[in-house]
């Protein structure tokens, strides 16, 4: 017998300068938003948000029970970041981010794993160039958060002294980009969907205990 799928979920790599949304809202006509990438399946709505300035994994699905577990601040699942920031973050500024002591919002962020990378991440160019300020370094930076508050990571390395100049979302939990160029969605197999449960069922019961 044929198994019938109820909901459907997309991976999306969204590319600078596009909303997270299928209309234009306040920001007019001066954005890309998600319908200009579809057309998707009625129903489909973006799980979460990237800025416009932003790039990388989106998720977009109908299904609302894996909507309100991806949005639920109780479950935290692991969001994976590559920015692009100012300066060299050293041993402090490391031990800041991952230990959770900085305020966003006059609330402590949770703890994260931040790790310097020791190359340039092989990434599609954006299409406006980084301003970058001639005698300053730039170094790529991997963050992972485990909570999704409104700019967190640009927000996070600011407040330890080194801009975000750029930011891609590379996973969500486990899917990735891999596969997917700026302005592409596939979508998710049911292998990817059971996966996706089954790590929030995981955070789930970790947050519990």
Same mark, same amino acid.
């Given at each position: 017998?044929?198994?019938?799928?109820?909901?459907?979920?997309?991976?999306? $790599?969204?590319? $600078?300068?596009?909303?997270?949304? +299928?209309?234009? /809202?306040?920001?007019? /006509?001066?954005?890309?938003?998600?319908?200009? +990438? *579809?057309?998707?399946?009625?129903?489909?709505?973006?799980?979460?948000?990237?800025?416009?300035?932003?790039?990388?994994?989106?998720?977009?699905?109908?299904?609302?029970?894996?909507?309100?577990?991806?949005?639920?601040?109780? +479950?935290?699942?692991?969001?994976?970041?590559?920015?692009?920031?100012?300066?060299?973050?050293?041993?402090?500024?490391?031990?800041?981010?991952?230990?959770?002591?900085?305020?966003?919002?006059?609330?402590?962020?949770?703890?994260?794993?931040?790790?310097?990378?020791?190359?340039?991440?092989?990434?599609?160019?954006?299409?406006?160039?980084?301003?970058?300020?001639?005698?300053?370094?730039?170094?790529?930076?991997?963050?992972?958060?485990?909570?999704?508050?409104?700019?967190?990571? %640009? %927000?996070?390395?600011?407040?330890? *002294?080194?801009?975000?100049?750029?930011?891609?979302?590379?996973?969500? /939990?486990?899917?990735?980009?891999?596969?997917?160029?700026?302005?592409?969605?596939?979508?998710?197999?049911?292998?990817?969907?059971?996966?996706?449960?089954?790590?929030? %069922?995981?955070?789930?019961?970790?947050?519990?205990?």
């Amino acid at each position: 017998m044929l198994r019938v799928r109820t909901h459907q979920s997309f991976r999306f $790599y969204k590319p $600078y300068g596009v909303l997270s949304q +299928f209309t234009h /809202g306040r920001h007019g /006509g001066h954005f890309l938003t998600l319908a200009d +990438f *579809g057309p998707f399946p009625p129903d489909v709505y973006p799980v979460g948000r990237l800025d416009a300035d932003s790039e990388g994994l989106l998720l977009l699905s109908s299904d609302r029970a894996l909507t309100q577990l991806l949005l639920d601040p109780r +479950f935290r699942h692991p969001r994976t970041y590559l920015l692009q920031v100012e300066g060299i973050p050293g041993g402090d500024a490391l031990h800041a981010l991952r230990e959770g002591s900085l305020l966003i919002d006059g609330k402590r962020a949770l703890p994260a794993r931040a790790r310097l990378l020791d190359r340039e991440p092989s990434l599609p160019p954006r299409p406006v160039p980084i301003r970058q300020r001639r005698m300053i370094p730039v170094t790529w930076v991997e963050l992972i958060l485990f909570e999704g508050r409104n700019r967190q990571a %640009r %927000r996070m390395t600011a407040a330890v *002294g080194h801009p975000t100049l750029r930011l891609i979302r590379t996973a969500i /939990g486990p899917l990735t980009l891999q596969g997917l160029e700026p302005g592409k969605w596939q979508a998710l197999s049911d292998r990817e969907s059971a996966r996706l449960y089954e790590a929030l %069922r995981v955070s789930s019961s970790r947050v519990q205990r």
